[in-house]
C-alpha cells in the first residue's frame, strides 16, 4: 500500500510543535509494518540543510498564481522513509520559520505557500502525477494541507484522502478575496464548502472534502463535536461523525527511552531506579537548583500560551514552594508568560529554573530528572510530554481534556483535574505531594506509568486498517 504523508514540519528536519514529532514517527512505524509511506515536505532552509544528496526528479506545473516547482527527491535522516521536498524558494527560502517571519509575524503569502503546497500534494496523488510512484490514500495533516482534499474532489480525482486534526485551533483562516488566488472555483465558497464565517479556511475545506477525518486521541474526537472546543466547526464535524475516528499517538520509544537515552547523564529503568535520582541532582546542579534527592522537582516543558494552562501553575506556584516544591521549566511563546516565569525564578533562586527558549537535551534531562510534571492544558488534542513523563518515571498532573485523559490513569498512573482552575490544580497537586512522601507508593505509580506501552505500532495499525477501509471496492 502506497501512502503519500503531506505535512508542513516534521522532525529532525523542522519543528514547531507535535505535529513535527508525529511526522517524523508515523510514517517511519508504517514503513516497519510493510506500508511504503512517503513524506512530502516544503523546501524551508532547514529541509535543505538537514538532507543528503537531494535530487530533483521533475517539475511541478499547474499551481496556484502559476507557480513553478521542482520537486527534489531525499531521504529523512536517521530513517529509511522516502522524502519528497516541494522545493520554490521564493515561497520557501526565507528566514524566520515555517509559518512566521523572524519578528514572530505571519509571513503575508503564507495562503499563497500552502495552497502551493496543498495543490502539489493533490496533484501527486492525482492520475496526472508526474512521478511512477502513486499513492493509493493522501495523508493530509493540519490546515496546511487543507485544500488538498478540496483539489483532488474537486478536479473528480478517484484517490482517497484522510485530514488528521492536530490542533483544531488552527484553522489557516484567509479573507474571501484569496480564493482566487488558491484557484479554487467560486461554488466552492459555501457553507458545504470552504467557507467559514465569510472568510476562507483550509482546515474546513479537509474537514469537508477529505473522505476520512482523524484526530490524535480519541476524547479530543468527541470535545470537538461540542461547541466549547469545536471552534465554529462542531456541526460539520457532527454531520461527519460516521468518517470521523480519534487514534491516539504515539511516541518514539527508540528516542525516548530512559535505558538508552544518550542526552542522560544516568540511564534507569523500572526495575533499577537508583540512575533517575542521579539524573535529577544533575539537573539541580545543572540548572543552579539546590540539591537535594527529597525536594519535590515539578518539570514543565510547554508552549506558553493560555491554552496550556500556564496562569494556572503561576497561580499555584507559590503553594508548591511552601511545600517544599522545586520548579523547572523549559518553554517559549507568549511574552507575558516569559516575563512571569522569569520574575518567579529571579523572586526564588535555587527553587525556581525557568529557561525560555527550547534545548532538545535539557528537555530529555529535564522529563528524567523532574518527580511530577505539570500539564494543566485547558485543552490538549493528544500531548507527546505526558507520554514520555510516563516511560521516564515522572508522574504527570493533568487535566481531563483530549489525550491527557486518554494516557493518564488517575491515582494509578498520575493525577488528573477536571476543571481548569488554581483550585482544582492545587487540589492535584496536594494530592500527588502527599503520595510523594510515601515512597513505596511513589514508586508504583513511577512504575505503573513505565510499564504502560505508548509506541508507535498500535497506532500505525489503526491507521493502516482505515487506509484499508478506504480501498475497499464500493
Not at 503569502?109 to 512521478?131: E, I, T
Not at 462542531?234 to 525516548?256: M, Y
Not at 511513589?442 to 510499564?451: I, N
Request: aromatic share 8%.
Amino acid at each position: 500500500m502506497h501512502i503519500l504523508f503531506a505535512t508542513s514540519e516534521a522532525r529532525p528536519l523542522i519543528k514547531t510543535g507535535g505535529l513535527a514529532d508525529v511526522s517524523g514517527a508515523l510514517p517511519v512505524a508504517l514503513r516497519a509494518i510493510g506500508l511504503d509511506c512517503r513524506l512530502l515536505l516544503p523546501g524551508y532552509p532547514a529541509v535543505l540543510a538537514g538532507v543528503k544528496d537531494a535530487k530533483p526528479v521533475c517539475m511541478l506545473n499547474g499551481l496556484p498564481d502559476d507557480t513553478v516547482a521542482t520537486l527534489l527527491e531525499a531521504t529523512m535522516p536517521d530513517s529509511e522513509v522516502p522524502l519528497y521536498i516541494l522545493d520554490a524558494p521564493e515561497l520557501f527560502q526565507r528566514p524566520g520559520g515555517p509559518y512566521q517571519d523572524v519578528a514572530g509575524h505571519d509571513h503575508p503569502d503564507n495562503v499563497l505557500r500552502f495552497a502551493v503546497f496543498s495543490k502539489a500534494a493533490a496533484l501527486l496523488a492525482s492520475s496526472d502525477s508526474p512521478l511512477a510512484w502513486r499513492p493509493d490514500v493522501l495523508h493530509c495533516n493540519d490546515w496546511q494541507t487543507g485544500l488538498a482534499p478540496a483539489y483532488l474532489r474537486l478536479a473528480g480525482e478517484k484517490t482517497p484522502s484522510i485530514m488528521t486534526v492536530h490542533n483544531l485551533a488552527y484553522q489557516g483562516i484567509f479573507p474571501p478575496a484569496e480564493l482566487l488566488t488558491v484557484g479554487l472555483p467560486p461554488e466552492s465558497f459555501a457553507v458545504e464548502g470552504v467557507e467559514y464565517y465569510g472568510n476562507l479556511s483550509f482546515l474546513k475545506a479537509g474537514l469537508y472534502y477529505a473522505d476520512r477525518l482523524t484526530t490524535v486521541s480519541p476524547t479530543y474526537a468527541e470535545e470537538i463535536r461540542q461547541p466549547a472546543l469545536g471552534m465554529g466547526l462542531q456541526g460539520l464535524l457532527t454531520s461527519r461523525g460516521d468518517d470521523l475516528v480519534g487514534i491516539l499517538n504515539g511516541i518514539d520509544s527508540g528516542e525516548w527511552n530512559p535505558t538508552a537515552d544518550h542526552y542522560l547523564p544516568c540511564k534507569f529503568s523500572s526495575r533499577a531506579l537508583a540512575g533517575k535520582k542521579d539524573c535529577k541532582l544533575k539537573l539541580q546542579q545543572d540548572l543552579n537548583l539546590e540539591p537535594g534527592r527529597n525536594a519535590p522537582l515539578f518539570g514543565i516543558i510547554a508552549r506558553l500560551a493560555q491554552q496550556k494552562g500556564l496562569d494556572l501553575i503561576l497561580a499555584v506556584a507559590d503553594g508548591i514552594l511552601h511545600r517544599g516544591g522545586q520548579i523547572a521549566l523549559l518553554g517559549t511563546g507568549e511574552k507575558a508568560l516569559e516575563a512571569a516565569f522569569r520574575d518567579l525564578g529571579a523572586q526564588h533562586p535555587g527553587r525556581v529554573a525557568a529557561v525560555i527558549g527550547y534545548d532538545e537535551g535539557l528537555s530529555h534531562r529535564i522529563e528524567a530528572g523532574a518527580d511530577i510534571f505539570l500539564m494543566p492544558s485547558r485543552f490538549e488534542p493528544c500531548g507527546l510530554n505526558q507520554l514520555y513523563s510516563l516511560r521516564y518515571g515522572t508522574v504527570p498532573i493533568v487535566h481531563a481534556t483530549g489525550g491527557l485523559q486518554d494516557t493518564v490513569e488517575d491515582g494509578v498512573t498520575g493525577f488528573v483535574f477536571h476543571e481548569p482552575t488554581p483550585h482544582a490544580l492545587w487540589l492535584a497537586v496536594d494530592r500527588a505531594l502527599t503520595t510523594y512522601a510515601d515512597t513505596k507508593a511513589w514508586q508504583r505509580m513511577m512504575r505503573a506509568g513505565m510499564k504502560r506501552d505508548f509506541s508507535w505500532e498500535k497506532s500505525a495499525r489503526e491507521y493502516e486498517s482505515l487506509y484499508r477501509e478506504l480501498l475497499k471496492p464500493a
